[in-house]
Nanobody, 124 residues
Framework: QLQLVESGGGLVQAGASLRLSCTTS????????LGWFRQAPGKEREFVGS????????YYGDSVKGRITISRDNAKRSVDLQMNNLRPEDTAIYYC?????????????????WGQGTQVTVSS
């Protein structure tokens, strides 16, 4: 099985930047898309961004497009999410996700493995 562990969440003020990281371990060690989702209290889990195994294809959710950058390092088995100009509405638990054999993962039902989540809180 694949294990995913997120880090980098915290409390920041509006307009600040934050970088989340996710490290994977276990098997498989290759051939999976990685992505980020978030879930705010009382809301459904929302797609944030996804990156293909090669790193050449990247997709972002509409609510964060232009403010985030996703990247991955297959040698380190990690994926990062750089978030800039954070807003109070970005407050949520952010989850790392992996989809085996998929090009990208932008639908929660297609996720095979989830991380435990990391809290991001943006104050106004």
């Amino acid at each position: 099985q694949l294990q995913l562990v997120e880090s980098g969440g915290g409390l920041v003020q509006a307009g600040a930047s934050l970088r989340l990281s996710c490290t994977t371990s276990g098997r498989p060690s290759t051939g999976y898309a990685l992505g980020w989702f978030r879930q705010a209290p009382g809301k459904e889990r929302e797609f944030v961004g996804s990156i293909s195994w090669s790193g050449k294809s990247i997709y972002y959710g509409d609510s964060v497009k232009g403010r985030i950058t996703i990247s991955r390092d297959n040698a380190k088995r990690s994926v990062d999410l750089q978030m800039n100009n954070l807003r109070p509405e970005d407050t949520a638990i952010y989850y790392c996700a992996a989809a085996i054999g998929r090009f990208v993962v932008n639908v929660a039902t297609e996720v095979d493995y989830w991380g435990q989540g990391t809290q991001v809180t943006v104050s106004s």
